[in-house]
């Protein structure tokens, strides 16, 4: 990157910047990022390397969470291939933060989101969730043993020398008012759009390969409605997505979603 900044006309923007989206959607001044806040919550796993160790596990395996812990940090232990080499990762361990993106944030980044608009629900939240941020700031405060301790009930032999603590990155939980209460936390993902259709913006914790393909399906029936329905908007997606206009949860649809399943297993090798 130059640092060079310039100004650019569209007719669309779609702000998919992780954490940094509500900081652009703020900026934007559209009537629905009013009361819009952020609570970010940084993340940790334990990482092993060792090679005799990793050979062992080849899955992806789940627990329960503990009482208090939010929703989206049920502990799993997972074969991962990272920078090339096959590893395995066990988390992820919660930590109290104010960053909203891990490498480029600013400690400032959740001070700087309060708004008069979004004041009350900022306030609302912490009173109602202080469990939470009591969890968040006892789990960045873990020893090693302590996180041990949790991973010896997936893998009772492990040992400290074996694995090592990283950081992960960020997740910013939007944060909006709902049903007439004051705030409330969300631990999905949030597309805000305005009334004109020009601008959408994800936020949320979960823009990953589960819900990419679900989010920029959603946007563009919002906002290219007009172009979905042309004959060539409808090939296009036929093209793209070759069960776009078909409901495979029909009764009906029987044989057709069984050659769909097993033309994905074929791409994905699984088959």
């Known amino acids: 990157a130059t640092g060079e900044s310039f100004d650019n006309n569209a007719k669309f923007v779609f702000v998919g910047a992780g954490g940094g989206s509500l900081a ?3 900026k934007s001044g559209i009537p629905e990022a ?11 796993w334990l990482i092993c390397e060792n ?3 990793v050979q062992k596990h080849q899955a992806k395996v789940y627990g329960q969470p503990l009482e208090s812990a939010p929703t989206m940090a049920v502990p799993h232990l997972d074969t991962r291939i990272l920078d090339g080499k096959k590893t ?27 708004k008069p608009d979004n004041l009350a629900t900022l306030i609302k939240i912490g009173i109602s969730n202080l469990e939470l941020v009591k969890y968040l700031v006892q789990q960045g405060t873990q020893s090693m043993q302590d996180r041990m301790q949790v991973l010896h009930v997936f893998y009772p032999a492990a040992k400290a020398e074996d694995w090592k603590l990283i950081d992960a990155g960020i997740r910013v939980q939007a944060i909006k008012k709902t049903d007439g209460e004051a705030g409330i936390v969300h ?24 819900v990419s393909v679900n989010i920029v399906l959603e946007v563009v029936k919002k906002c290219f409605s ?24 029909k009764p009906e ?7 769909v399943s097993r033309r994905a297993n074929e791409l994905l090798g699984l088959a």
Not at 226 to 248: F, N, Q, S, V, Y
Not at 253 to 259: M, V
């Open 187 to 210: 631990y999905g993902t949030e597309v805000i759009t305005n009334e004109e259709r020009s601008i959408s913006a994800l936020l949320g914790a979960s823009p990953g390969a589960s």
């Open 88 to 114: 395995l990762l066990f988390g992820p361990f919660a930590a109290w933060t104010t960053k909203f993106l891990h490498k480029e944030g600013s400690f400032l980044d959740l001070p700087l989101s309060v």
């Open 34 to 44: 009013k009361g819009l806040g952020g609570f970010p919550i940084g993340g940790q």
């Open 226 to 249: 007009h172009l979905l329905d042309t004959p060539e908007g409808k090939a296009r997606m036929k093209e793209m997505i070759p069960t776009w206009d078909e409901d495979l949860t």
């Open 24 to 26: 652009l959607l703020q």
């Open 253 to 259: 649809s029987g044989a057709r979603f069984g050659e």
């Open 51 to 53: 090679p005799d160790i």
